[in-house]
């Protein structure tokens, strides 16, 4: 009787464990396949990294930052002054980087330039999306993830140039939503064909999916704004060779270059200004909670972008 009931109570346990069970246990991973491509050793490691790709021989991202680690970096998104509470979550964000990580997101590089790459983009989320301005406790750094859509947009953000390519949506509104927020028809329809989601008719999904949210987000970070131009994550791992030109523009590989991509001139070439701190800030913040920490940045002129001439000024001024 005895040993019949402790069989019981350890089916229960077992099953609580499947039902209940650590979110870090649901991203268990199968051993890694390899195989030798034209001399180049490549893998599939299970869900996680599941096209044969050269990245996947290396880390992947949770293999550096599981659930606990996720909860420090965004510690207050869900308290009381939050407007997206229960919305982001590590499970939302590491499926959404499976769809990169073979193409090298958090993959590149040994283990402290992938974690450098995590803090680099996050560093980029949280400081769009934080509410902790004016909070007492813990401060702005603290409050990353604590926005998923523009709470009071002045407009519909629908271009009509572009009506022939994205044509807005009869009573579809284009405001900021996103880890990264997406504006305008346009971009909603270019990450939405990217991704093969249906963006341009449905907007909302983006605040509606934390994965779709991130998807999006990690997009943007993975991709050239233009033709010719490097993407964040080539300018943040030193894929990106500066020409003749960027090295007089003053744009060199590193986190500065990667807000330049990102904002232009909304933050760079401005000097010493609170916009562009406020981004640094938060990516030195995430380093140091990673355990990499902030002395890992590089010097002033990799980290911010005061002096960077614009890759995309959004005016020319008149002569």
């Known amino acids: 009787m005895k040993m019949r009931m402790i069989m019981i109570l ?46 996947c021989c290396n880390l992947t991202i949770t293999d550096y930052l599981d659930v606990d680690q996720f909860e420090l970096l965004f510690t207050k998104r869900n ?15 590491i499926r959404a980087a499976a769809l990169f990580q073979p ?9 402290k330039m992938q974690m ?22 813990g401060g702005p750094l603290a409050y990353g993830l604590c926005y998923n ?28 939503r996103g880890a990264l927020p997406i504006y305008w028809n346009y971009n909603y329809g270019a990450i939405g064909e990217a991704l093969k989601l249906n963006l341009l008719d449905h907007p909302e999904y ?7 949210a991130f998807q999006a987000a990690i997009w943007r970070w993975m991709n050239p704004m233009k033709k ?26 590193g986190f500065g270059t990667t807000m330049n991509i990102l904002y232009g001139d ?28 902030r002395e890992e940045a590089g010097p002033h002129e990799v980290l911010n972008c005061a002096e960077q001439k614009p890759f995309n000024p959004t005016a020319v001024a008149a002569s």
């Open 206 to 212: 983006i605040e509606q999916n934390a994965t779709m």
């Open 10 to 55: 350890f089916l229960l346990v077992v099953i609580g464990g499947f039902v209940h069970g650590d979110e870090n246990e649901s991203f268990r991973k199968q051993p890694t396949k390899v195989k030798t491509v034209k001399g180049t050793k490549m893998c599939v490691k299970d869900w996680e990294c599941n096209k044969l790709s050269k990245f």
């Open 116 to 137: 450098k790459e995590i803090a680099a983009f996050f560093g980029h989320v949280g400081s769009k999306t934080s509410c902790g301005y004016g909070v007492a406790t």
């Open 79 to 93: 308290s009381p002054v939050a407007h997206a509470v229960g919305f982001w979550d590590y499970g939302s964000f």
């Open 103 to 111: 193409l090298g997101f958090g993959t590149t590089g040994g283990k």
């Open 149 to 176: 859509k523009e709470m009071s947009p002045s407009q519909d953000y629908c271009d009509e140039y572009f009506k022939l390519t994205y044509p807005c949506t009869p009573g579809a509104r284009y405001y900021g």
């Open 228 to 253: 010719g131009q490097p993407s964040a994550h080539d300018a943040f791992v030193g894929n990106w060779k500066p020409t003749k030109n960027d090295t007089l523009s003053k744009r060199v590989p």
């Open 266 to 293: 909304g933050v760079c070439g401005q000097g010493d200004v609170d916009a562009m701190n406020n981004i640094v800030s938060h990516y030195l913040y995430y380093l140091d909670l990673m355990g990499v920490g």
